[in-house]
Nanobody
Framework: VQLVESGGGLVQAGGSLRLSCAASGSTDSIISMGWHRQAPGKQRELVVTVTSGDGSTKYADSVKGRFTISRDNAKNTMYLQMNSLKPEDTAVYYC?????????????WGQGTQVTVSS
């Protein structure tokens, strides 16, 4: 599975951005996708995850009500709509996919896209 993110950039506090993650390869084996982020000097943290089967989602408390994950299955693309952005949302955002093949789980990561929110 290959993942390519796009859509990052510089935005003022209170603004919006939409990130995209295009998946290719063995996408039929994907059981979960999500977004993580890593700010300078901090550990990578989960932003949101979505299960392929039932579409259930789990958001980090810090982004609930502001960020929304969605998918276009026909395009094998996942989106993250980020509204009401705050300076603390500044980070490199990574797309992540989990596949299951023969009961083996494997994680895949995109290259990351920078999101910078100015105050």
């Amino acid at each position: 599975v290959q993942l390519v993110e796009s859509g990052g950039g510089l935005v003022q506090a209170g603004g919006s951005l939409r990130l995209s993650c295009a998946a290719s390869g063995s996408t039929d084996s994907i059981i979960s996708m999500g977004w993580h982020r890593q700010a300078p000097g901090k550990q990578r943290e989960l932003v949101v995850t979505v299960t392929s089967g039932d579409g259930s989602t789990k958001y980090a408390d810090s982004v609930k009500g502001r960020f929304t994950i969605s998918r276009d299955n026909a395009k094998n693309t996942m989106y993250l709509q980020m509204n009401s952005l705050k300076p603390e949302d500044t980070a490199v955002y990574y797309c992540r996919a989990i596949t299951m093949v023969a009961a083996n789980l494997q994680y895949y990561w995109g290259q990351g896209t920078q999101v910078t929110v100015s105050s």
